[in-house]
């Protein structure tokens, strides 16, 4: 079965600082791992995927992530933070069972950047 | 259009109402969903459809009825819901339930009972 913890469902930064959201999987196969914005009456948006290619993935509107298995972790980066990148963020894990593909998705984290 | 298409955008309706939501996907894409947002609760999955058969019923109220007449549409049918039905419902789909791709969302259609 598959999992995913996003720890911290406010993150607050100063417009220019270094943006880092956390997000934690389980998953008994290797998985595959994503990364969405939704910006306020809007539907998800992906941002990254690693699919087992590179460890760090480069995303849109510079954000990127490192995956690492040791850790069961796939944080969300951005060197700074810009006051366009005020959205909630999800995390999402998808793995096969049987031939087909689930994707389970975190609980969240809304990101506030202070001018 | 390109994308994935979601209408109405909002709807008021009253719990003795009959509507539908609508969603088309311009990607020919096999795989459609439908999902529930509300407010400080995860992403909830209600159904997934696989070359317009579905594959996935989450426990999902008989109040909500998909339908998928082809691999392009998808339509969520309501009929009396209660206000904790309220909510935005987006509507995905993907490559096809074999494979690794992404999810790609509409803008979602917001619902609010009365």
């Known amino acids: 079965a598959q999992s995913v913890t996003q720890l911290g469902s406010h993150v607050s930064v100063s417009e220019g600082a270094l943006v880092l959201l956390r997000c934690n999987y389980s998953?008994?196969?290797?998985?595959?791992l994503f990364w969405y914005v939704q910006y306020p009456n809007q539907g998800l948006q992906l941002l990254l995927k690693?699919?087992?290619?590179?460890?760090l993935v480069k995303g849109i509107n510079g954000f990127e992530a490192e995956f690492k298995k040791s850790e069961t972790s796939f944080h969300l980066t951005k060197p700074s933070a810009h006051m366009s990148d005020a959205a909630e963020y999800f995390c999402?894990?998808?793995?096969?069972?049987?031939?087909?593909?689930?994707?389970?998705f975190g609980t969240g984290t809304r990101l506030k950047v202070l001018a | 259009e390109t994308g994935v298409t979601q209408t109405p955008r909002h709807l008021v309706m009253g719990m003795t109402n009959k509507k539908s939501l609508k969603c088309e996907q311009h990607?020919?894409?096999?795989?459609m969903y439908w999902y529930k947002q509300s407010a400080k609760k995860p992403l909830e999955l209600m159904f997934v459809?696989?070359?317009?058969?579905?594959?996935e019923n989450n426990s999902v109220p008989s109040r909500f009825s998909p339908e998928c007449p082809n691999s392009s549409h998808l339509f969520l049918h309501l009929h009396t819901l209660q206000p904790e039905d309220s909510a935005l419902y987006l509507c995905?789909?993907?490559?096809?339930?074999?494979?690794?791709?992404?999810?790609?969302f509409g803008e979602g259609s917001r619902l609010t009972v009365l």
């Open positions: 999402a894990v998808s793995a096969t069972t049987s031939g087909t593909y689930k994707y389970i």
């Open positions: 459809y696989s070359l317009e058969e579905r594959v």
């Open positions: 690693y699919t087992s290619a590179a460890t």
């Open positions: 998953s008994s196969v290797p998985p595959y």
């Open positions: 995905a789909s993907s490559q096809a339930l074999t494979n690794t791709g992404e999810l790609f």
């Open positions: 990607l020919g894409h096999n795989a």
